[in-house]
């Protein structure tokens, strides 16, 4: 254990239903997520990225184990206090075009304010300081339907950070975007974990991005074992060897990217 | 900026309810002078008679009943297009007013002439053709919310509540071969929809359901909004998105079937006065928009109303008129909505 812990996870285990059938894709997970790192969960399609995310997120109970968030159980607490907790970032289509930026941001002020969701001085200072963060202060007053797919993850971003969680959660946050945008993006997260002590946990595709911006990996293995560690210890330890089942693909550390 | 557009598009709505029910007193089959109108609302009254009941217990009912009619069924358009995250979803098109027209015909029919007239004074029967017409919206909206966790996408769950309506008619063309001929008649100029069904004596029922359930949704924007961005971020946000549903969709059923019973089945008011509201606003803020749409649906209900009294040789069924308003909009919201903002 360690005070800085943001996120742990004791014995998770996840999966889903099929029908009558309970199918379990991960068990066994102790893990721990620490004030000011990103984290990139990598794994191969159907591994269980999206599985463990959904069950971290509480969108999907989890099969077994419990999982806290600044030592509070997050599956028994009231959503209320979980939407304190933990912000999501997540690449489901949204019917928010006809907002502002300003208002897309605001609506991460909801779990702080009270029945009507007006947002007084305070909640106005902290969307403008969210945006700002987010590097989409400009905007504030453009449609979201104006935006580009970068504008609008960074919109997503704002709105995330304007909750004031200390983990945020993102699921394929760099999924439709360009080069650009995704180096952005990640480098983005990397400062808001830095600079702003958040703990960043994101899933992804883009190996290579991620491991060269993140501190810390989850490996979800071809053998259903997460593994967890800095960039530079699990590329050592050759664990990246074992993300993919397809055998005409290594891993080249050299380039830090998969070659054939 | 689009605060001033939000306080200008209220001014002149508001204007605009108050020249329609202006136009809606004075205009009608029966020619009152407008000076004796003013007589007749003071207090002093006419001189007469006919033309005292004429606007004190036809007119004034029926702007009234229009008013709330129109803003209700658009609160439900606006409720049941958040809640479905469908931009074409609506009472009459989703099948909750056939739902409830449903129920109205088994209450009509199996009570068959035996109601003395559509709405017999008596308050038993008005109430027994509420109380049908709840249960068929409330049916409608539970089958929907079923599906809709089956069938993903929207246009299919449109389809499913132009099926839904296609059932409940042919149930209806089943209820009627055996109904008696007055319970056939009645029920058939129900259908044609109109605004002079609700009595001064009604009128408060009517009203004040109706007002209830407008209070409702205004109180809940906070969910609405945050429903805007899906389920998933809805519930990172603290809403608890199945209960939020369901009381939307209580709403939606009390709302339609009010309206439904009192006035008839009435098309394309709740599926197009939500886009006059966001087109005139620019917005999809619901704190802006519910008060929008409530005032944009009672004037539009206002202005059919007004178009139903205006042929010399009769009324006109509100349900011939509300297409012709309707269908230009919906078409142009179909061949726009790559410009119109909340639909990307």
């Known amino acids: 254990m360690n005070d800085n812990a943001i996120l742990t996870t004791h014995n998770l285990a996840v999966g889903y239903r099929n029908g009558k059938q309970q199918v379990t894709l991960l068990s066994g997970l102790n893990l721990h997520l620490n004030k000011g790192k990103l984290v990139a969960l990598l794994g191969q399609n159907g591994a269980g990225k999206s599985t463990l995310l959904r069950a971290i997120t509480c969108d999907e109970r989890p099969i077994g184990g419990t999982i806290e968030v600044d030592g509070k159980n997050l599956l028994e607490m009231p959503q209320k206090e979980r939407s304190r907790l933990l912000g999501l970032v997540s ?11 300003e208002e897309l941001v605001g609506l991460g002020r909801q779990p702080h304010t009270g029945f009507l969701g007006r947002l007084d001085d305070e909640d106005h200072r902290i969307v403008r300081q969210a945006m ?10 453009d449609y979201i339907a104006s935006l580009s797919d970068g504008e609008r993850q960074k919109a997503m971003i704002a709105r995330a950070l304007a909750q004031e969680t200390p983990l945020i959660v993102l699921d394929e946050p760099t999924a439709f975007l360009d080069v650009a945008s995704r180096i952005e993006t990640m480098r983005l997260l990397q400062t808001l974990a830095h600079d702003r002590g958040k703990a960043v946990l994101l899933s992804s595709h883009d190996i290579s991005q991620s491991l060269m911006l993140a501190d810390e990996l989850w490996l979800i293995t071809t053998d259903r074992q997460v593994l967890t560690g800095t960039t530079t210890d699990l590329v050592a330890a050759g664990a990246m060897d074992h993300l993919f089942t397809n055998r005409s693909i290594h891993f080249n550390p050299q380039i830090l990217d998969y070659s054939f | 900026m689009t605060y001033r557009r939000y306080t200008v598009t209220l001014v002149v709505l508001t204007l605009l309810l108050v020249l329609l029910a202006l136009a809606c007193l004075v205009f009608g089959s029966v020619d009152i002078p407008v000076d004796r109108i003013i007589d007749i609302l003071s207090g002093k009254g006419s001189g007469n008679k006919a033309w005292d009941i004429i606007i004190l217990q036809s007119r004034l009912p029926m ?5 709330l009619a129109g803003a209700a069924l658009s609160i439900s358009g606006l409720l049941l297009q958040t809640t479905f995250n469908n931009p074409l979803a609506g009472p009459s098109i989703l099948g909750v007013s056939s739902g409830a027209g449903l129920g109205v015909a088994i ?7 035996s109601l003395g007239g559509l709405f017999g004074e008596s308050v038993g029967s008005y109430m027994a053709i509420l109380l049908g017409a709840l249960m068929g919206a409330g049916a409608v909206l539970l089958v929907l919310i079923a599906f809709s966790t089956i069938v993903r996408s929207n246009t299919m ?3 499913i509540g132009i099926l839904v309506s296609y059932l409940t008619s042919s149930v209806v063309q089943l209820l009627n071969s055996v109904a008696t001929e007055e319970g056939v008649h009645n029920y058939v100029s129900w259908g044609f929809g109109n605004f002079s069904g609700v009595s001064v004596a009604q009128m408060p ?10 209070i409702g949704s205004a109180l809940m924007v906070k969910p609405l909004n945050a429903l805007l961005l899906g389920a998933r971020y809805a519930r990172n946000l603290g809403v608890n998105v199945s209960m939020t549903r ?12 009010v309206v439904t019973a009192f006035c008839g089945p009435i098309g394309f008011i709740g599926l197009v006065v939500p886009h006059i509201a966001r087109m005139s606003l620019g917005t999809s803020n619901h704190s802006r928009l ?3 749409t409530i005032l944009a649906g009672a004037d539009i209900a206002l202005l059919c109303a007004v178009a139903s009294v205006s042929s010399p040789h009769g009324i006109i069924p509100i349900n011939a008129i509300t297409p012709i308003i309707g269908v230009p909009i919906i078409l142009y919201i179909i061949l726009n909505r790559r410009r119109i903002q909340y639909f990307n």
């Open chain 2, 205 to 214: 029922v009517y009203a004040g359901i109706i007002i209830l359930a407008l």
């Open chain 1, 91 to 101: 690449t489901e289509r949204i019917q928010a075009g006809a907002l502002t930026v």
């Open chain 1, 132 to 141: 700002a963060d987010a590097g989409i202060a400009a905007k504030a007053g």
């Open chain 2, 107 to 113: 209450v009509i029919l199996a009570l068959g002439g």
């Open chain 2, 290 to 292: 519910v008060p929008a």
């Open chain 2, 63 to 67: 702007i009234a009943t229009a008013a």
């Open chain 2, 246 to 257: 369901n009381i939307l969709l209580i709403i939606t059923g009390v709302l339609t079937a």
């Open chain 2, 157 to 159: 769950l449109l389809i």
